[in-house]
């Protein structure tokens, strides 16, 4: 699996970011950043991950540089303040394979600033998720999910026109064009 994380200045938020990726190895992590200037190329040397410059000014374009470069069947992307159990992934992958899926998707916690649990997203089931995506709303968390590098490429990525909520765009492309 290949993860890309866009960074602008997010030194404060990318350790524990890198630190939930990089217990991996099946794992691939491309940092995607627009240029910081606070210590993010730093954090990125320290903890050995692959890291391409893009420009500033719109974090779909900086998604769709780093997943670009994966040549993994499965990619994702999250955000510099994202923590993801790796752990997860791996399950995600299995439920892929046995499914035949093209997108995966699990639940998600909600954490504050200090890291303290706030609540669990609960995504609907698979057999509601496309309807809800034609409705216009994500039935899932975004940093909870992985999709295939063949539905990226036939969707021709991310829709950077979008300066947020691209995502909502992408997968209701994907639902519209029937990917399990």
């Keep these: 699996?290949?993860?890309?994380?866009?960074?602008?200045?997010?030194a404060a938020t990318l350790d524990w970011t890198l630190a939930s990726l990089s217990r991996n190895t099946a794992i691939r992590v491309i940092v995607a950043d627009s240029f910081s200037t606070d210590g993010t190329a730093d954090i990125c040397r320290r903890w050995n991950v692959e890291m391409i410059s893009?420009?500033?000014?719109?974090?779909?374009?900086?998604?769709?540089?780093?997943?670009?470069?994966a040549r993994t069947d499965w990619i994702s992307y999250v955000n510099s303040d994202d923590w993801v159990f790796t752990s997860s992934y791996l399950k995600m992958l299995a439920m892929a394979i046995h499914s035949s899926a093209d997108?995966?998707?699990?639940y998600a916690d909600y954490v504050d600033e200090s890291g303290r649990f706030l609540f669990s997203?609960?995504?609907?089931?698979?057999?509601?998720?496309?309807r809800i995506l034609r409705a216009g709303y994500l039935p899932f968390c975004q940093p909870a999910v992985i999709y295939t590098r063949r539905?990226?490429?036939?969707?021709?990525?991310f829709d950077e026109r979008y300066r947020a909520a691209a995502d909502l765009d992408f997968f209701c492309r994907a639902a519209t064009l029937n990917y399990p």
């Design 1 to 10: 699996i290949t993860v890309v994380v866009p960074t602008l200045n997010s």
């Design 54 to 69: 893009v420009p500033p000014g719109n974090m779909y374009a900086a998604i769709n540089a780093g997943l670009r470069l």
């Design 103 to 106: 997108v995966v998707y699990g």
């Design 121 to 130: 997203h609960l995504p609907s089931s698979p057999a509601r998720a496309s």
């Design 151 to 157: 539905v990226f490429e036939a969707l021709h990525g």
